[in-house]
């Protein structure tokens, strides 16, 4: 029997649904669809398409429905080891790229600035991502788990520290600080819950990584306009919105896959570069809790972090050179 | 077994298989006559509806046909179904009782 439209169209909301069910229930879905459709239809109702989304997601939400699909979210998780701290490092170096060439334009008397070259943390977190990044491409995964939480730590710790004789005021900044581990938290997981940057480049085409540089450019925008208002809700809301512009783009890249959906969805729960932004803006550290020290503290444990990973990777490869065999970190 | 009370669209299911086993599509349209045109489940709901059945052993596929090119898979309740299905439709006996008591008495 030849596919009609309304079929195809209905085969690609079934889609929402865990691989393992569509196995199972995929073709008498079908046939339930179709035989209920009235005739003439050749799109799914509002109503239906909103009936199979959420039973997809009944069905996804269910205690246990999340290991059913194992494989796609280690594939989905080895994407973003990768793909993340690309964005992210990305759209820091575009960003700073900007304000260098547009300067800081101010806008007078509002208290706004258009600004972003200048934020310690944010580019100390930058400087993480770049080892990360560096890291992962030699494959060596858990040195770069272990570099990723490395600058928000170092913003974080002593802060805490700092403030641990009062509590109220810890309780009130610590949300904001907590903030910067988002994505560095996400990262160790997905660095360490897949088979890691190396698969996700093999899943990655050549279409996936321009999709990844174009996303980075509203990324960058966001981060160069600066949360720099006096208030920062304008500047919260910039960033929500930017952010829901990139991960509607790289949705709609990949969405045509269970793979690119389990994708969005970790990038979605992430909106990093807005939950970096804002994370900072909330916790703003101030140089009273001797936060450039920190800052620097993290930097040396970041490149102290490098540089092991970098004489590891030389000792395994000069063992494995000589037959010797030893323990994977890849 | 869940001792939670059913919703309507889990109840209008094991009622529909309570007469034999159905398959998909035979199970929305009994159930639209079931509820006098009230419930008209559709396919996202109606099979999330059965997975998470099968899944607690209230149901089980009887058997399967294909049918113009198309699979039809057929359902049945199984013994612990049925025995959800009695309780369940006691439940509501008893609180419909109570209900049409309390309103008898402050009617009288």
Redesign the interface.
């Known amino acids: 029997m030849a596919m009609t439209g309304l079929e195809a169209r209905y085969r690609r909301l079934l889609g929402w649904f865990p691989a393992d069910h569509r196995a199972l229930h995929a073709e008498e879905m079908i046939g339930v669809l179709m035989a209920a459709a009235p005739p003439g239809r050749d799109r799914p109702g509002l109503a239906d398409s909103a009936d199979l989304l959420m039973g997809a997601a009944r069905i996804r939400l269910r205690p246990g429905a999340a290991l059913s699909d194992r494989d796609g979210w280690r594939d989905a998780l080895a994407i973003f080891s990768i793909a993340a701290p690309v964005l992210v490092l990305a759209s820091r170096c575009l960003a700073i790229l900007g304000v260098g060439i547009w300067g800081v334009l101010e806008v007078p008397g509002s208290g706004w600035a258009i600004f972003g070259g200048n934020d310690y943390a944010l580019d100390r977190l930058m400087w993480g991502q770049l080892v990360v990044v560096v890291l992962a491409r030699l494959g060596l995964r858990r040195w770069a788990a272990v570099a990723a939480p490395i600058p928000a730590l170092a913003i974080i710790a002593p802060i805490t520290i700092s403030l641990s004789g009062n509590i109220g005021y810890l309780v009130q900044e610590m949300p904001g600080y907590l903030g910067l581990l988002v994505v560095p938290g996400v990262e160790v997981v997905a660095l360490l819950a897949s088979a890691g940057p190396r698969r996700g480049i093999e899943l990655l085409t050549r279409r996936h990584w321009s999709y990844l540089a174009v996303a980075a450019v509203p990324a960058a925008m966001i981060q160069a306009s600066g949360l720099r208002g006096p208030e920062g809700r304008l500047a919260e809301a910039i960033a929500l919105t930017g952010t829901g512009a990139i991960v509607i783009l790289v949705l709609a890249c990949w969405l045509s896959s269970g793979t690119g959906k389990r994708l969005a969805v970790l990038l979605a729960v992430l909106a990093y570069p807005s939950l970096l932004l804002i994370g900072w803006q909330f916790g703003q550290p101030s140089t009273s809790y001797g936060a450039y020290e920190t800052y620097e503290t993290g930097g040396v444990a970041l490149i102290a972090c490098l540089a092991l990973g970098l004489v590891y990777r030389v000792r395994r490869r000069s063992r494995s050179a000589s037959g010797t065999s030893g323990e994977g970190m890849a | 077994m869940s001792n939670k009370p059913m919703q309507e669209p889990g109840f209008l299911i094991l009622t529909s298989l309570a007469a034999g086993p159905q ?3 035979g199970i ?1 349209t009994d159930i639209a006559q079931l509820s006098a045109g009230r419930v008209k489940l ?7 509806a ?3 059945m099968s899944t607690e052993q209230l149901l089980a596929v009887d058997h399967e046909e294909i ?7 057929y359902y049945r309740l199984t013994p612990a179904g049925r025995s959800r299905l009695a309780a369940e439709a006691a439940r509501l006996r008893a609180n419909a009782a109570a209900a049409s008591q309390r309103l008898r008495l402050a009617g009288s």
Do not use: E, N
Not at chain 2, 42 to 48: D, K, Q
Not at chain 2, 67 to 73: E, F, K, P
């Open positions: 398959h998909g599509y929305m559709r396919a996202g709901t109606l099979y999330a059965l997975d998470r049918v113009d090119a198309r699979l039809r898979r």
